[in-house]
T-cell receptor, first 117, second 114 residues
């Protein structure tokens, strides 16, 4: 069963506007971490932001913020003041550890964001 | 500081052949991972390692093998290559003892099997 769901295959946003990219996850662990990565058309993976399951505050990094709703198991990425350079694939990832295996990091299917001038 | 280095960057393999994708990191990270990314899709975890001599299966391990004899190197072996293994392969590493540490990725290996 898919553990990370990103329901928006593609999104469009006007330059300078804010956009929210959805991510829901499934885990039975109490301790886990959530990451967002950006992958431009050049292919490299760029780390954006991290949220720990025990963090009480929503994470923020510059124009990126994470809307973490633990009870709903969602960790949506908010990009404020979109720029043309934000056009890319965005991946939500989860690090979890289980009793019978080591920590591992799995990724969602991604959302393609296009910023319109 | 080179980070995570993958070789080769591109390769064409014939069906049934075998090859090893190389991955090395110079950050003294204990955790290393192999992912594959099919066109327009997310990353699927193939194998990962939490230290020298310790490996575990990920989501899609069939058709692959790994070994971790040193902290720095984590090669991925494809045996009897099949067209379904055509993909971009990413190696990543992280400092496993700090759970908030993100993964550092290599530039990827684009592999075509014909």
């Amino acid at each position: 069963a898919q553990k990370i769901t990103q329901t928006q295959p593609g999104m469009f946003v006007q330059e300078k506007e804010a956009v929210t990219l959805d991510c829901t996850y499934d885990t039975s662990d109490q301790s886990y971490g959530l990451f967002w990565y950006k992958q431009p058309s050049s292919g490299e993976m760029i780390f954006l932001i991290y949220q720990g399951s025990y963090d009480e505050q929503n994470a923020t990094e510059g124009r990126y913020s994470l809307n973490f709703q633990k009870a709903r198991k969602s960790a949506n990425l908010v990009i404020s003041a979109s720029q043309l350079g934000d056009s890319a694939m965005y991946f939500c990832a989860m690090r979890e550890g289980r009793e019978t295996s080591y920590d591992k990091v799995i990724f969602g299917p991604g959302t393609s964001l296009s910023v319109i001038p | 500081n080179a980070g995570v280095t993958q070789t080769p960057k591109f390769h064409i393999l014939k069906i049934g052949q075998s090859m090893t994708l190389q991955c090395t990191q110079d950050m003294n990270h204990n955790y290393m991972y192999w992912y594959r990314q099919d066109p327009g899709m997310g990353l699927k975890l193939i194998y990962y390692s939490v230290g020298a001599g310790i490996t575990d299966k990920g989501e899609v391990p069939n058709g692959y093998n790994v070994s971790r004899s040193t902290t720095e190197d984590f090669p991925l072996r494809l045996e009897l290559a099949a067209p379904s293994q055509t993909s971009v392969y990413f190696c990543a590493s992280s400092l496993g003892t700090v759970r908030s540490q993100p993964q550092h990725f290599g530039d990827g290996t684009r592999l075509s099997i014909l």
